[in-house]
């Protein structure tokens, strides 16, 4: 069974969280260019991250199997550092995720969620265009001509 719970002021697994992350990010280290944000997150990043947005870890019995961080924005609700073990992709974790953020956005009366994607993961663009979201821009990092990476929205009803 999987649990979906809020990270609060008492939550301390914050190694287990990072390793985490950076376990599902990790296929993307030399595919994507420039780097994943993930890789350079510390212990001190990630506990001020979840202190300024609103994270969720996905736990399966004690094992942190997923997570999600969601920052209000004044039209949508941005997701990031949205991750699934590896070992647990597949099994409807990350629809799970989704679905909680959907709870926030709509607590806030926010009509869509929002987030990036890069272009090179074109695997994720087709999960998350399954999952009801829809490629709304396409932009660069600073110092690329080429684009880098997709914006897509998922409208609320």
Not at 33 to 48: E, I, K, Q, W
């Amino acid at each position: 069974m999987i649990d979906i719970v809020r990270i609060d002021e008492s939550f301390s697994r914050w190694n287990e969280l990072l390793a985490l992350i950076l376990s599902s990010f990790a296929y993307m280290e030399g595919v994507i260019d420039p780097p994943s944000s993930a890789t350079r997150l510390t212990l001190a990043a990630l506990a001020y991250k979840a202190r300024d947005e609103i994270a969720f870890i996905a736990v399966e019995g004690e094992r942190l199997v997923g997570c999600i961080f969601c920052r209000p924005e004044p039209e949508s609700l941005y997701v990031g550092k949205f991750a699934v073990s590896p070992s647990h992709q597949g099994k409807g974790i990350g629809a799970k995720l989704l679905a909680v953020a959907e709870e926030v956005a709509r607590e806030k009366s926010l009509p869509r969620l929002r987030l990036e994607t890069r272009i090179e993961l074109t695997g994720n663009h087709a999960t998350f265009t399954r999952w009801g979201f829809v490629k709304t821009a396409e932009t660069s990092h600073p110092g690329f001509t080429r684009t880098t990476t997709i914006e897509m929205q998922k409208p609320l009803a």
